[in-house]
């Protein structure tokens, strides 16, 4: 069973920041593909990031530029370091993981971290 922990939210102040983090467990950690969603209140899940096995990145346009996607695989961990934050940042922010196995492939999610940014 592969848990993801994620750790490091909290409460920043407009343009501030903050690096969340989320470690792996249960499987072959450099062959996941790791993302980085969000939901607010009343809307569904905004994927955020996204890195591959091979160090490939994407981004949502709204933040892009402020926040970076990175993982060690020594460490199994995959952070997201979130700049110039916004208020519009705020959000509950979740790790997800795509893990490919002999008998298919599987997404699993963290239990979210709350990042409120005041302005």
């Known amino acids: 069973q592969v848990q993801l922990v994620e750790s490091g939210g909290g409460l920043v102040q407009f343009g501030g920041s903050l690096r969340l983090s989320c470690a792996a467990s249960g499987s072959d950690f450099s062959r996941n593909v790791m993302s980085w969603y969000r939901q607010v209140p009343g809307k569904q899940h905004e994927l955020v990031a996204t890195?591959?096995?091979?160090?490939?990145?994407t981004y949502v346009d709204s933040v892009r530029g402020r926040f970076t996607i990175s993982r060690d695989n020594t460490k199994t961990t995959v952070y997201l370091q979130m700049n110039s934050l916004k208020p519009e940042d705020t959000a509950v922010y979740y790790c997800?993981?795509?893990?490919?196995?002999?008998?298919?492939?599987?997404?699993?999610w963290g239990q979210g971290t709350q990042v409120t940014v005041s302005s």
């Open positions: 890195i591959t096995s091979g160090g490939s990145t």
């Open positions: 997800y993981a795509v893990v490919r196995r002999a008998g298919g492939t599987y997404a699993y």
